[in-house]
């Protein structure tokens, strides 16, 4: 079965500062990979996703994840926190033997501090 | 705007009671998703439907059941209510049935039970 794990629950930075959020995956094919983020209130807007090209991948505002099958990770980085960046953060995996759907990690909330 | 709409945005009920939430996907769309969001359990897969027909199933209660009907909207029915059932749950809709097909979800419907 496919799972993905996000090491802790809350991240907080600096305004400036470089974000790293970790996730990791396990799955016994090659995995389908997504970031999202969550900002209060509202539903889930995705940020990029892995689907076997290159292993850096480049998303919205700034973001991007790097897929690495020796460590099961695709960890989501940012050079520069912003404030507005403060939000929650989930990775997933499409399930293959299922339709496509979502496995979530618990999610990391980022704080960014001025 | 991702182009899914959710209604109704908020719904209070009490114990017992049978409520229905309604998706309308994005134009095009053919799958819908239902993900249940909630402090104990994270964000859960709950149904998929495509065209119609259920596609794939998750962790749903028999309480709950599902449909997606001819002009592709879906509605989510939960009866039968109970406390824990209070939670966000979300709609996403995408084009096809590959496994790495965006997910577009909608802003949720927040559901409360007393």
């Known amino acids: 079965a496919q799972s993905v794990t996000q090491l802790g629950s809350h991240v907080s930075v600096s305004e400036g500062a470089l974000v790293l959020l970790r996730c990791n995956y396990s799955?016994?094919?090659?995995?389908?990979l997504f970031w999202y983020v969550q900002y209060p209130n509202q539903g889930l807007q995705l940020l990029l996703k892995?689907?076997?090209?290159?292993?850096l991948v480049k998303g919205i505002n700034g973001f991007e994840a790097e897929f690495k099958k020796s460590e099961t990770s695709f960890h989501l980085t940012k050079p520069s926190a912003h404030m507005s960046d403060a939000a929650e953060y989930f990775c997933?995996?499409?399930?293959?033997?299922?339709?496509?759907?979502?496995?979530f990690g618990q999610g990391t909330e980022l704080s960014v501090k001025p | 705007d991702s182009g899914v709409t959710q209604t109704p945005k908020h719904l209070i009920t009490a114990t017992g009671q049978r409520v229905t939430l309604r998706c309308s996907p994005r134009?095009?769309?053919?799958?819908v998703y239902w993900y249940q969001q909630s402090l104990d359990q994270g964000l859960q897969f709950l149904i998929q439907?495509?065209?119609?027909?259920?596609?794939a199933k998750g962790n749903i209660l028999e309480r709950f059941s599902a449909q997606q009907f001819p002009d592709l909207h879906s509605e989510l029915n939960l009866s039968s209510l109970e406390l824990g059932d209070s939670a966000l749950y979300f709609c996403?809709?995408?084009?096809?049935?590959?496994?790495?097909?965006?997910?577009?979800f909608g802003p949720g419907t927040r559901l409360t039970v007393l």
């Open positions: 892995y689907t076997s090209a290159a292993t």
């Open positions: 997933a995996v499409s399930d293959s033997n299922q339709g496509g759907k979502l496995i």
């Open positions: 799955s016994s094919v090659p995995p389908y």
């Open positions: 134009s095009g769309d053919l799958s």
């Open positions: 996403a809709s995408s084009g096809q049935r590959d496994l790495t097909d965006t997910q577009y």
């Open positions: 439907y495509y065209n119609g027909e259920e596609r």
